[in-house]
């Protein structure tokens, strides 16, 4: 069974500063993993996907690697924003199936 | 693109009555859309897979007869909550893959809220 595991459960900065949340999951069978973004008492904000045959992918300040073998993911984001404060959420594939897995998720706080 | 609406955004009902949750594909369509219930500050968990002109299959602890799902179209699902009880209080949030994109990423709707008194 596919765990998700992300650390850490919080962070807090302060503006400008570049921070990495990491992400792992169990079973590293998977054909993608996805980043996502929840501002408190919404949706899903898709940040980025990753396919299994990439290693990373950027938008903007954001850059997300993957290395599948070792059952990790990163979320690199740059020169981060108080506006960037939200939950962040990675979540992979159950098996080979469409459901997907999340992690607890990281609250990022960044201070003006 | 890939809009995905929820309706209602939040909803406040008394026990023992029922409440439907609509989740709409705007822009494409969905030939497999998910319902995830999040508890408060808890992740997302995935309660049942809704697929168009199908039963829905439900996850291991989800009860079927109390979580009705309909998926009548390529861009409607809904989820009703049965004899809703404060237990059943909850951020109900849908995701929906779509059919005509070979990548699988899922687009989620904005979640409703749903209050049990």
């Known amino acids: 069974k596919q765990e998700v595991t992300q650390i850490p459960a919080a962070l807090s900065v302060p503006e400008g500063e570049n921070l990495v949340l990491n992400c792992s999951f169990t079973?590293?069978?998977?054909?993608?993993l996805q980043w996502f973004r929840q501002d408190p008492g919404k949706g899903l904000t898709s940040l980025l996907l990753?396919?299994?045959?990439?290693r990373e992918q950027t938008s903007g300040r954001l850059n997300a690697s993957l290395d599948k073998s070792s059952g990790r993911s990163t979320l690199y984001i740059a020169a981060s924003q108080p506006g960037d404060s939200a939950t962040y959420l990675c979540?992979?594939?159950?098996?080979?199936?469409?459901?997907?897995?999340f992690g607890k998720g990281t609250k990022l706080t960044v201070n003006p | 693109g890939a809009v995905v609406s929820q309706h209602p955004s939040w909803v406040i009902c008394k026990s023992g009555t029922s409440v439907k949750i609509e989740c709409r594909s705007l822009?494409?369509?969905?030939?497999?859309m998910f319902w995830y219930r999040q508890f408060p500050k808890q992740s997302l968990m995935l309660m049942a897979t809704?697929?168009?002109?199908?039963?829905?299959?439900?996850e291991q602890g989800v009860e079927k007869d109390k979580f009705l799902i309909n998926h009548a179209s390529l861009t409607l699902s809904t989820l009703t909550v049965t004899s809703a009880h404060p237990e059943d209080s909850s951020f109900y949030i849908c995701?929906?893959?779509?059919?005509?994109?070979?990548?699988?990423?899922?687009?989620f709707g904005p979640g409703t809220r749903l209050t049990v008194t």
């Open positions: 995701s929906a893959r779509d059919r005509g994109r070979g990548v699988h990423e899922q687009y």
């Open positions: 979540a992979v594939p159950q098996g080979g199936s469409e459901k997907l897995v």
């Open positions: 079973d590293s069978a998977i054909y993608n």
């Open positions: 809704s697929n168009e002109g199908s039963k829905a299959t439900y």
């Open positions: 990753i396919q299994s045959s990439q």
């Open positions: 822009d494409f369509q969905a030939t497999t």
